[in-house]
């Protein structure tokens, strides 16, 4: 099958040893900082964090993004191979990946997906991405010469991979870890010749697949694509970029909720009159987790309301526009807040769902923040309507759980052409 209208092919992935699977296996590389990251490693040797943030092996002041701290990634990387610690598989294969996480199960199929469907859109997006942090995700896969950060892909409703997941996931697995987060991370090898096959078959027929999470590494590994393509000696392994690939059914977005730093120069009491043109308000003794679109939470003054939009206000044919992010962008932040950039505007911060309503409160509670906001979750059919319509979310508009794993399986390219 050409590169224009192959999805996704199998490859021979990079695993660590059964034995050390718990030891390897980490957090991605962008949920935990630098500081984080070092105390998380106290006295885990083979964490796969010394890969994805060396900073950690290097003086606490170091730039994360000095070349020092990636040619420490690639020695790190190299010394696990190297003690057999991880090891590739002969050939290349496809593998079941399931996450779980108290009563939510998700499981999906590790391949690596085209870049050519990702430039032409047949991968399609629904975030802009930063230079700098494109260029970082280069740099980590020029030292190593590997994909270690998978990409989150979700795609349409299969019942057909359902059932073929389901029966090789009745098999033994090659891996099956529960992390210090209490998430389960089980990985099974699918190298059966038909199974591959019919794997192939029903992928490569779909009509899209859509980025949940990890445009910055999608984006990065087109960029070492172009780069490398037509070198001599470069292959095509490159023009591959490791995924996870779930149902979209199953993938999991939680609230991603927003606190305010002052109220513009509002009083409370001028603040919620000036809400009230706008949203019907409901005060509430408990907190308000809205459970339908057009509704959101809002924690002042140590009281909870609950906020529905007026019916006339919603922007319901907008993909974009009528994502409750961007309603509340739209009727507050903006007009009564003054918050216009959501990216570089400080007064604003952003909570994702796992922390839980109680980290609202605290945050206001404490006098740091003056309100807060608690979000319907973004759903998958919405972030699959902008994507298919070409534009972009808002930003921190949706929170995946559970995270995958970094170091469960990579992606080893083609030896780096001269």
């Keep these: 099958m050409s ?19 718990a030891a390897v296996l980490a957090p991605p590389y962008d949920v935990l900082s ?40 690639a020695e790190n990387f190299r010394r696990m191979i190297d003690a057999g610690i991880l090891r590739r ?9 399931r996450l779980v996480m108290s009563e939510h199960v998700q499981t999906g199929l590790v391949a ?10 047949r991968i399609r997006k629904h975030e802009f ?48 870890v529960t ?54 000696g470069a292959g095509d392994s490159a023009e591959y970029f490791l995924s996870v690939i779930f149902p979209a059914s199953q993938v999991q977005i939680m609230d991603y909720n927003r606190v305010v730093r002052d109220l513009g120069g509002l009083s409370e009491a001028a603040f919620l009159t000036a809400v009230g043109d706008r949203y019907a308000i409901r005060p509430s003794v408990v907190p308000v987790r809205p459970m339908n679109s057009g509704v959101c939470g809002m924690y002042l003054g ?23 992010v961007s309603t509340l962008a739209e009727q507050i932040l903006a007009p009564l807040l003054g918050i216009e950039d959501l990216r570089r505007d400080t007064r604003i911060d952003f909570v994702g769902g ?6 609202l409160e605290r945050r206001v509670d404490s006098g740091e923040m003056a309100v807060a906001f608690a979000m319907y979750p973004t759903q998958m059919s919405d972030l699959m309507a902008v994507a298919d319509a070409g534009q972009v979310m808002p930003p921190k508009s949706t929170w995946f759980e559970p995270k995958l794993a970094d170091g469960l399986v990579s992606h080893l390219l083609d030896p780096a052409p001269g």
């Design 112 to 121: 690596v997906a085209s870049v050519a469907a990702y430039d032409s859109n």
């Design 129 to 176: 991405t930063r230079p700098d942090k494109e260029d970082d995700r280069v740099h980590q896969i020029e030292a190593l010469n590997a994909q270690t950060g998978p990409v989150l892909l979700a795609h349409p409703d299969s019942s057909d991979a359902e059932r073929l997941l389901a029966l090789v996931t009745e098999n033994d697995a090659v891996a099956d």
């Design 34 to 73: 630098s500081a984080e990251a070092r105390q998380a490693v106290v006295g885990k040797p083979l964490s796969f964090l010394h890969v994805s943030k060396a900073e950690i092996d290097l003086p606490v002041d170091i730039d994360p993004h000095s070349p020092a701290v990636y040619a420490r990634s």
């Design 302 to 324: 140590g009281r909870w309301y609950e906020l529905t939009i007026r019916p006339d206000l919603l922007q319901a044919s907008d993909p974009v526009r009528r994502l409750d």
């Design 179 to 232: 992390a210090d987060d209490g998430i389960r991370h089980t990985l099974w090898a699918i190298d059966a010749p038909a199974w591959i096959a019919r794997i192939g078959e029903i992928f490569n027929a779909m009509p899209n697949l859509y980025i949940a999470d990890g445009h910055h590494r999608s984006a990065a590994a087109s960029r070492v694509a172009a780069a490398r393509r037509g070198r001599s």
């Design 89 to 97: 598989d002969p050939r290349p294969c496809y593998y079941a990946y």
């Design 3 to 21: 590169l224009a209208r192959c999805l996704i092919r199998p490859f021979a992935g990079l695993r660590p040893r059964p034995a050390d699977a």
């Design 354 to 359: 796992m922390r839980g309503l109680s980290e």
